[in-house]
């Protein structure tokens, strides 16, 4: 019995063995599974999230695997990792992090992919300074999207969707989010900082070169181009600068006593808003000539012109900074690339072409017939000595080209204040027109092309080359108007940069070449616009002229027999010898070419006087 008794006992401990065991392995699945689903609701999208939305903000504007090194690539990673943490600490919530990274990125890289297509640069740091200008204008372009760009957008919407699934919450701990979110800062700080040193663009084969800054978003990634461009947010103090040393050497420039001018002739300025001769770039050809007129004034041997190259440091945009080189002669060079001199470094009056000609007796009118506040244009004129502004609300019912102010009717405004000036006063007129602005694809009731390119059937360049005909008609009017005139005059016309890519890349593709395959050359020739002084008196000709804005003031200057003053004295100085200075390069006398940092010392002296004009002032 007892032995019956301990068997029964065996058998009902070995079952309640194999029953234990059993719950044990479900109850093991029932901890693991939420584990592991929790695993891979918010560790794998914590880890590859950040990656997805790196590489689908550069697709906005390129394959990244087609134009970025691999070790880039990690580079680009890690700060969007970096910034997933960072923002992981700050709300305290990864699915509030993740969205909000990825959402930043996907309106940002939008905005960039329209920057780039409008002015071929990417979004740099001091775009910041120019928000009021873009919106003003932000009605001009088209805003049609691509197939791709519609991918990377639907593509993005689905990762926020899959984004909200994710559960990890540290709301509760303070002090970890605190230390976790400023270590993150300091990370960042620490990060920025090595993409500002040499041995990290050398290590990397990070491209560094600004005056090309979509080729530098394509190579080093869109968010790693920006941070190393926030390096040039200041400018520093240049070697051996200080203010004692900038005014002795203006006062070996000046002159004493002041000489007085034999003539004191008007003198027009034309500005021309995206003027170029695509033909630099590149053979072409079109129904009929698309700037005949322009091309004659520019023929060896012209009588009272002289003409050229003007070498300016912008493509596609920021025509400001053309301007503010012409009037003030200081040049780009010596700022950041993509900045804006009106914008971020004129806060008072600076000594221009325009109150050294008012010292001298000149009334002094600056037009542009669109809003005032474009590029702060209503405060930087009367700072740069500027009598009277004309702006669109003083146009009166002017002609229109597409929706713009024709040149025809800038130039009518220029004839009605020339009749209207006191008499015996000299006029100085500085126009910016507005004629040309892009976007080139729309269609108007009031503009009819007229030339087209053979062999292309691009709209945008048939329609640019058609507004350069109808501004050449317009200048040869106003040239014309003037040849008749007793009073002495001299007309200044030039280009303030090339229009974008998108327009003359048919002109690169006829000849066998694209964006992505420029030679050094053929860059350079992208900031080549063409140049002119006429005169309907006697000046010396003088044809093929290679020349940069800052210099272009004193060319005008010394046709008209105006004397220079101190610092122009100086810049006639170093054109003997630098000829071309722009933020794209410096060209020597014997037309090599160099980046400005390989010339510095030789313009340290340059860069001593603008830093004391522009910077520091009194």
């Not at 234990?20 to 999230?49: D, H, Q, Y």
């Not at 090194?69 to 699915?95: A, C, D, S, T, Y």
């Not at 091309?295 to 012209?302: A, I, K, R, Y």
């Not at 003037?482 to 327009?503: C, L, M, R, W, Y």
Request: aromatic share 14%; with cysteine.
């Amino acid at each position: 019995m007892s032995k019956k008794k301990s068997k029964q006992h065996t058998k009902n401990t070995t079952h309640q063995y194999s029953i234990n065991a059993g719950e044990k392995k479900s109850m093991n699945w029932r901890v693991f599974l939420p584990k592991f689903i929790w695993f891979i609701r918010n560790t794998i999208p914590m880890i590859l999230f950040p990656v997805i939305t790196f590489y689908l903000f550069e697709w906005y504007t390129h394959n990244p695997f087609e134009t970025m090194k691999v070790p880039i690539q990690f580079l680009n990673i890690f700060f969007f990792e970096l910034l997933m943490v960072l923002l992981f600490m700050l709300f305290g919530r990864l699915k509030v992090a993740l969205i909000a990274e990825t959402t930043f990125f996907m309106i940002y890289g939008l905005a960039n992919f329209y920057v780039l297509s409008f002015r071929s640069a990417p979004i740099m740091p001091w775009d910041i300074y120019s928000i009021k200008t873009a919106a003003s204008v932000s009605g001009d372009f088209s805003y049609a999207l691509g197939k791709e760009t519609i991918y990377v957008l639907i593509a993005f919407i689905l990762l926020i969707i899959l984004e909200c699934f994710t559960t990890w919450k540290i709301n509760k701990h303070f002090k970890v989010r605190i230390g976790g979110f400023f270590t993150s800062v300091c990370v960042f700080i620490a990060f920025v900082n090595m993409l500002h040193m040499d041995t990290t663009v050398t290590r990397f084969k990070l491209y560094d070169k600004l005056f090309t800054p979509s080729v530098m978003s394509k190579r080093d990634g869109t968010a790693i181009a920006f941070l190393m461009e926030l390096e040039y947010l200041t400018i520093d103090k240049p070697e051996h600068y200080s203010v004692k040393k900038a005014e002795e050497m203006l006062a070996s420039y000046s002159l004493e006593p002041t000489k007085e001018p034999e003539n004191t002739p008007n003198i027009i300025v034309i500005m021309n808003e995206a003027f170029s001769d695509p033909a630099i770039l590149g053979e072409f050809e079109t129904n009929e000539e698309y700037m005949p007129f322009v091309h004659s004034l520019m023929e060896d041997g012209t009588a009272n012109t002289i003409s050229g190259n003007l070498n300016v440091s912008v493509l596609g945009g920021n025509t400001a900074n053309t301007e503010f080189e012409f009037l003030t002669g200081n040049t780009m060079a010596f700022l950041p690339q993509g900045s804006v001199a009106y914008q971020q470094y004129v806060h008072g009056e600076l000594p221009t072409i325009v109150s050294h000609l008012r010292d001298y007796g000149y009334k002094t009118v600056a037009m542009h017939p669109y809003n005032s506040t474009g590029w702060e244009r209503n405060t930087v004129y009367p700072d740069f000595g500027f009598e009277d502004s004309f702006f669109i609300r003083d146009f009166k019912n002017p002609e229109k080209i597409r929706k713009y102010v024709s040149d025809l009717a800038c130039y009518e405004k220029i004839i009605e204040e020339f009749h209207n000036k006191p008499e015996n006063t000299p006029l100085f007129v500085f126009n910016v027109t507005m004629q040309n602005h892009s976007s080139y694809t729309e269609e108007f009731d009031n503009f009819t092309p007229d030339i087209t390119v053979n062999n292309t059937n691009s709209k945008a360049l048939d329609n640019y080359l058609s507004l350069m005909k109808i501004s050449d008609d317009a200048i040869k009017k106003l040239i014309n108007y003037f040849s008749e005139q007793d009073e002495d005059t001299i007309i200044v016309f030039f280009g303030d940069h090339q229009p974008t890519n998108s327009v003359i890349s048919p002109i690169w593709k006829l000849n066998g070449k694209s964006s992505s395959t420029l030679s050094l050359e053929d860059e350079i020739l992208r900031y080549k616009v063409p140049f002119f002084i006429w005169a309907n008196y006697d000046i010396t000709e003088e044809s093929n002229v290679e020349t940069s804005p800052n210099y272009l003031g004193n060319k005008v200057l010394e046709a008209a027999g105006i004397p220079l003053s101190d610092f122009r004295s100086f810049l006639a100085e170093l054109e003997e010898s630098y000829p071309v200075v722009s933020s794209i390069r410096v060209e020597d006398a014997s037309g090599n070419s160099y980046e400005t940092k390989e010339v510095e010392d030789a313009l340290n002296e340059y860069a001593i006087l603008q830093y004391h004009y522009l910077l520091d002032h009194k």
